[in-house]
């Protein structure tokens, strides 16, 4: 296996191109315009590629205020943006296309169906996934990926199943084929069964893990997240506002509108909602009753979005139309209690590995995901208790736990503080403080008591206008403070007497 040393850790974006089996790497750093063409001694392009249906001035990449976008140049051949071909708009030209972690851009022939074998990939990416970008050459006549040790390449992450897939060469010819995997594995979109053979430029999906077929390899990457050091102890105390705002952004939410059918009429729910959350952070999202809270969340999380105008990406990745193969990095967490009281805790998490994590997950993988755990909400101490006997503090770990054990890197929790006394309350959020900060979960809840807001980074306000759900505020307490001027707990009078004032314009 070759590592592929290109990709900067450092940089806040990159883009990868892959043209004729080679593969190159530009950070954009350092300057806001990159333009795109083929070689040519008559006119210099910072993107230099060699293939003949390029055009000399193809496209270029455009930093503006910290956004990348690709411009289409109105170049012979086109670009490709995700698969659709980027057409001018009705006064023949071409619209800025906005770049999102993990968007490709293509240049090929008229149907990607059959490829050009002069064609070029760009695979535009971000720091911010926290990927790490490797290769391997495909020698062998089964090239096998996984959790397991002995697999070629190895994915050590609990939702990926032990032999998650294989890649098979028979001559010239490359086929994949998933191996009953848990999460499955998607080729250009599609999940595929059975086996499929590779075309130049495929692209092949296991939840947050891409891999770029070439010539006769995969260039593939490895998710990494903030996670800790469990033998050093960190203080929460320690992070300070910097760390948290160089933080990369996972989830975007742009809803425009969420309707649901209400006998022959609809009744709008929610409106104009455009919010993101950044890894490894604690965001609380609040608001008067029928302010919309639920609903918000469950767009955002993917499990409730039918009815939905606008976009969820998380991970560069969107969201409602890969909820399927993103699912499983996503946790949540409903009111009320999930469990058997009359189990141990120990057992209860036993068991909820047993069904969210692979079929192939060994026993000892199992004890040490539950131990962790345990570690992780600091209830190792009721580990053998029956829940029966469990506090209420403690019940609450043990629901969130059932989905922490599966490793969701998204948890969204609503309103896990229900019915605790003050002084458990503020020891939940603590926890949840700690597994952001400390493990790298990004956690959004719900919340109605706002004692220990300054324990958040993150603020959604949510404010009901004419019986619709809006966003009010998104930002840090301190900010809300300032913009209400007010303290937290009295925002909710304030919104009531004037409720029109409160609709935030601006930008996340």
């Known amino acids: 296996m070759e590592t592929m040393p290109y990709l900067s850790v450092n940089s806040a974006a990159n883009l990868i191109v892959l043209e004729n089996g080679a593969v190159r790497s530009f950070p954009l750093d350092g300057k806001s315009s990159w333009t795109i063409g083929r070689k040519n001694p008559e006119s210099e392009s910072d993107i230099e590629l060699e293939s003949k249906i390029v055009s000399r001035k193809h496209g270029r990449i455009q930093n503006v205020d910290g956004i990348w976008y690709y411009i289409e140049c109105g170049s012979l051949n086109g670009t490709y943006f995700n698969g659709e071909k980027i057409k001018p708009n009705e006064n023949n030209e071409f619209d800025a296309v906005k770049l999102s972690s993990g968007d490709i851009l293509r240049i090929d022939s008229d149907s990607l169906d059959n490829p050009e074998e002069r064609g070029v990939l760009f695979l535009f990416t971000t720091e911010g996934i926290g990927n790490q970008w490797k290769s391997i050459t495909l020698r062998k006549k089964e090239t096998s990926f996984g959790r397991y040790e002995e697999c070629d390449v190895v994915i050590p992450l609990p939702y990926i199943s032990g032999k998650h897939m294989v890649v098979m060469k028979r001559d010239k010819e490359y086929f994949i084929m998933d191996c009953n995997s848990m999460a499955g594995t998607w080729l250009n979109g599609e999940e595929i069964h059975g086996e499929v053979k590779l075309k130049e430029k495929d692209i092949i999906a296991i939840c ?247 324990l958040f980074d993150k603020i959604i306000i949510m404010n009901k206008v004419d019986n619709v759900g809006r966003l009010a505020f998104s930002g840090t307490p301190d900010e809300a403070r300032k913009y209400f001027g007010a303290e937290i707990k009295d925002v909710y009078t304030i919104m009531a007497q004037n409720p029109e004032k409160y609709i935030f314009k601006g930008d996340y």
């Open 208 to 454: 947050d893990c891409t891999l770029l077929f070439t010539g006769n390899r995969l260039v593939y990457n490895v998710p990494v997240t903030n996670r800790r050091n469990e033998n050093v102890s960190v203080d929460v105390a320690d992070i300070n506002e910097e760390d948290l705002r160089d933080r990369p952004v996972v989830l975007r939410a742009d809803i425009r509108s969420r309707k649901v059918k209400t006998g022959f009429k609809k009744k709008e729910l929610i409106k104009d909602i455009k919010v993101e959350i950044k890894e490894g952070t604690l965001v609380a999202l609040i608001g008067g009753a029928g302010a919309g809270k639920s609903t918000v969340m469950n767009c955002m999380n993917g499990y409730e979005t039918s009815g939905m105008e606008g976009s969820v990406e998380y991970k560069g990745v969107d969201l409602i139309k890969n909820f399927s193969r993103m699912k499983y990095l996503i946790g949540s967490v409903q009111q009320g209690d999930a469990f058997h009281e009359e189990i141990t805790v120990e057992q209860e998490l036993t068991n909820a590995a047993g069904i969210k994590l692979p079929r192939d997950t060994k026993k000892a993988e199992i004890a040490e995901r539950v131990d962790k755990t345990l570690r992780q909400l600091g209830i190792e101490n009721v580990r053998n208790n029956p829940i029966a006997k469990c506090s209420g503090g403690e019940r609450r770990r043990v629901n969130i736990g059932i989905e922490l054990v599966a490793d969701r890197q998204l948890l969204c929790l609503d309103e896990p503080d229900a019915g605790l006394d003050p002084g458990n309350k503020r020891k939940l959020f603590e926890t949840l403080r700690k597994l952001a900060h400390e493990d790298g979960k990004s956690i959004l809840t719900i919340i109605h008591d706002v004692s220990d807001i300054d």
